[in-house]
């Protein structure tokens, strides 16, 4: 079992910039692909980008493209979302979550193993 806890949530006006952690509660963390999505109020989960194992790739939808970056660090078990030119309509409850192995990337939440408690991000106009 693994656990994930996500931090670095918060208020923030619209073109500001939030970096989201998520720390992982396993030895083994260069095996998970890992991935960032949001949720809002009657919405399902959204993909918001992901990361896959040993940081070899990125994928994110055209929705964050260009703001969105996702990182990892395996020695400190996070993986991190930097968000840079916030806006109103990325106000959700973020989410990362962790598949192990796996070889490519992965888009759905189906597709993941462990989830994170979720941490809020709400942009002011």
């Known amino acids: 079992q693994v656990q994930l806890v996500e931090s670095g949530g918060g208020l923030v006006q619209a073109g500001g910039s939030l970096r989201l952690s998520c720390a992982a509660s396993t030895r083994t963390f260069g095996a998970y692909s890992m991935g960032w999505f949001r949720q809002t109020p009657g919405k399902e989960r959204e993909f918001v980008g992901t990361?896959?194992?040993?940081?070899?790739?990125?994928l994110y939808p055209d929705s964050v493209k260009g703001r969105f970056t996702i990182s990892r660090d395996d020695a400190k078990n996070t993986v991190y979302l930097q968000m840079n030119s916030l806006k109103v309509e990325d106000t959700a409850v973020y989410y990362c979550?962790?598949?192990?192995?796996?070889?490519?990337?992965?888009?759905?939440?189906?597709?993941?193993?462990?989830w994170g408690q979720g941490t809020q991000v709400t942009v002011s106009s």
């Open positions: 979550a962790a598949r192990r192995y796996g070889g490519t990337y992965y888009t759905t939440a189906t597709e993941y193993d462990y």
């Open positions: 990361i896959s194992r040993s940081g070899g790739g990125t």
